[in-house]
């Protein structure tokens, strides 16, 4: 079975927290390639990335993939979330784990801020 886990930043704002929450439960309504997805995120704010991780072990998933909700390359992406995934790879050695490009490297993105600069003129 193959899981997806969208790990953000975090926030002390619950209602920032809220809306990547409400990206996850919309994008599960619409994608049926995974049999589970998650969210979770590296500070502030719980599931952990870990917490997430777990959750998936115990539904039987042996694929894991971890999509990073970030807009830019930086240190978490780059560093802190390989880091955090080579240590479940580690761990859980039966299980698979792909981290796929962050959010930011996707063609949409500028698809998407292209559309909203229109409807603005």
Do not use: R
């Amino acid at each position: 079975m193959k899981s997806l886990i969208i790990v953000a930043h975090g926030s002390k704002k619950k209602s920032s927290n809220d809306e990547v929450i409400e990206i996850v439960k919309n994008i599960k309504k619409s994608n049926t390639d995974y049999s589970n997805i998650e969210e979770s995120f590296l500070e502030f704010e719980t599931p952990s990335l870990e917490e997430s991780v777990h959750k998936c072990i115990e539904s039987k998933s042996n694929q894991i993939f971890i999509y990073p909700y970030f807009l830019n390359s930086g240190k978490h992406v780059t560093l802190d979330i390989p880091t955090i995934v080579d240590e479940f790879k580690t761990k859980f050695q039966k299980t698979s784990f792909t981290i796929l490009p962050h959010f930011g490297k996707s063609k949409s993105v500028t698809e998407i801020i292209s559309s909203d600069i229109k409807l603005n003129k």
